[in-house]
């Protein structure tokens, strides 16, 4: 076994010269690494490791000048921007959801016929009905569950663009692989601009923890800073379901509604001298209709909103352990060179 002074050095010099192009020599890569402002010692670097300089399908080893000063750093060999799924706006998600789901109402309304049992469940179409058509509570409640799943669509291509990270090698995942400091600025260069208020929690993350790592050189605060980093973030995917929830509480809401005014006119319309039981049964229709299905939507969006929350969590979780696994496990600090400097 060589030891850690002589034997890696050894070692890697005839690996070096075995696989690097006549125009990189083992001297060459000697001289640009002792011109570096970070000094590197005799372990071995990620290209030194992995044959052939290829890992991950994104990066590879690309040799700089001995003039450039910065020795053989981590590049970019993939060409052209990468297809990240996008998370569209807001106000369009949801002026197309409630588009959506008036076109839904119109031919729901066209293909029913007005007094029939189908059309006075689902639309409160019928002749002795408290409101005029079409502004009845079930073609509100139809409208509010719109725009929910509007927002919960964008919450799913959120968590799709978080997935995609997550299998795009953004970081080295060798498993005999090894970062050094000055092989960490492509990376955060790559990343940077790949994440925003809205979405990102991968980069973010790695942005993040090179950027402490730069500045401190410690392991133990960049992990500090993932940890908080990662509790902030948790609480940011919290708070971007709080309308949600409140419409999960307003669709239901919306349907006690409409059971409280059919009832209250179906009492105030009983009068035994000359009572319109016409009017009374509409009344009742329409109390026991938009409860219906007002908990028929309360159920359907709480279902697809547990669906994706997890989703994105999920997303946030992994992206933890990626940042854990491939960058705070992998990277070395020569404590030395740092109490020289």
Known sequence: MPSRKTGWSSTIRNFIAGVLPDSVTPERARRSRDQSPIRIDSRPTIGQIVPHFQYCNVFAMTDTSATAGEGTVLALAQGGPHPWPTVPAAWRVRLTALA????????????????????????????????????????????????????????????????????????????????????????????????????????????????????????????????SSLNLMSDQVDLRYQMLRYMAWLIPTIGFLGTVIG??????????????????????????????????????????QHAVQEQEELALNAAGQYCLKNLINRVYVDHESVVAR
């Open 263 to 304: 009832l209250s006119l179906a009492l105030h319309l009983i009068d035994p001298a000359n009572m319109d039981l016409g009017k009374v049964v509409g009344g009742l229709s329409v109390s026991f209709y938009t409860t219906l299905v007002a908990l028929i939507a309360s159920a359907m969006m709480a279902f697809v």
């Open 100 to 227: 959506i789901a008036a076109v839904a109402i119109l031919v729901t309304t066209l293909m029913t016929v007005p007094d029939s049992p189908t059309a006075a469940l689902l639309l409160d179409r019928q002749r002795y009905s408290v409101f005029p058509y079409p502004f009845t509570i079930q073609n509100l409640i139809y409208l509010a569950l719109a725009w929910a799943m509007g927002e919960l669509y964008r919450r799913w291509r959120a968590a799709r663009r978080e997935r995609a990270f997550l299998q795009a090698g953004l970081l080295p995942e060798d498993p005999n692989s090894l970062l050094e400091l000055h092989e960490l600025g492509p990376i955060r260069r790559r990343v940077a601009e790949l994440h925003d208020a809205e979405s990102g929690f991968l980069p973010a993350l790695i942005d993040l923890t090179i950027l402490q790592l730069q500045a401190s050189r410690s392991v133990d605060q960049a992990i500090n800073v993932l940890t």
